[in-house]
T-cell receptor
Framework: GAVVSQHPSRVICKSGTSVKIECRSL??????MFWYRQFPKKSLMLMAT?????????EQGVEKDKFLINHASLTLSTLTVTSAHPEDSSFYIC????????????FGPGTRLLVL | DAKTTQPTSMDCAEGRAANLPCNHS???????VYWYRQIHSQGPQYIIH???NNETNEMASLIITEDRKSSTLILPHATLRDTAVYYC?????????????FGTGTRLLVSP
């Protein structure tokens, strides 16, 4: 199947700093990518839809100024958590559909963020 | 997208078939049934999908009832590595890239 990578796999940062997470489609182009957040023992919650060359679409309740999304190329989307706080500590996962018409999505391995 | 209902958890003995049910009684005619699974601390993994016919691939089989109101994912010979949370999602296709809405899923525990 198609491969999606994320970097870093885990990050620890101090409260108030910003953290950038990268999501790459390695063997296909993705005009759309999705960003999810998952708290312990909970299901994945969609945060936003990342669109190549245009603004991201955020889900209700997700602050666009806090979670900055940039999709500058057909293989890379980035999520920046600005002024991170301990409550932002979570597992962040991206996904991308391959665009083959089946809508199957491939997920990255996730990034575990811990804000101290 | 139609709401799906799954049991919270299931157990299965290693080597036996694991049958995971999903109810999607409000599914519409152009919605597919997708199954994904998430092994602990990893991103979800696509398993299989179908519209109305039964489907089989190297990972699993998908049985969809004739009225399409429910389906069953079958792992024919479960292994310890199949321990994961399994998500059943009803999703419309061919209307642009659709976001996946995850429910709570079924936590499958495969034991020796």
């Amino acid at each position: 199947g198609a491969v999606v990578s994320q970097h870093p796999s885990r990050v620890i940062c101090k409260s108030g700093t910003s953290v950038k997470i990268e999501c790459r489609s390695l063997d296909f182009q993705a005009t759309t990518m999705f960003w999810y957040r998952q708290f312990p023992k909970k299901s994945l919650m969609l945060m936003a839809t990342s669109n190549e060359g245009s603004k991201a679409t955020y889900e209700q309740g997700v602050e666009k100024d806090k979670f900055l999304i940039n999709h500058a190329s057909l293989t890379l989307s980035t999520l920046t958590v600005t002024s991170a706080h301990p409550e932002d500590s979570s597992f962040y996962i991206c996904s991308a559909p391959t665009g083959t018409g089946t809508e199957t999505q491939y997920f990255g391995p996730g990034t575990r963020l811990l804000v101290l | 997208d139609a709401k799906t209902t799954q049991p919270t958890s299931m157990d299965c003995a290693e080597g036996r078939a694991a049958n995971l049910p999903c109810n999607h009684s409000t599914i519409s005619g152009n919605e597919y049934v997708y199954w994904y699974r998430q092994i602990h601390s990893q991103g979800p993994q696509y398993i299989i999908h179908g519209l109305k016919n039964n489907e089989t691939n190297e990972m699993a089989s998908l049985i969809i009832t004739e009225d399409r109101k429910s389906s069953t994912l079958i792992l024919p010979h479960a292994t310890l590595r199949d321990t994961a949370v399994y998500y059943c999602i009803a999703q419309e296709v061919n209307t642009g890239f659709q976001k996946l809405v995850f429910g709570t899923g079924t936590r499958l525990l495969v034991s020796p």
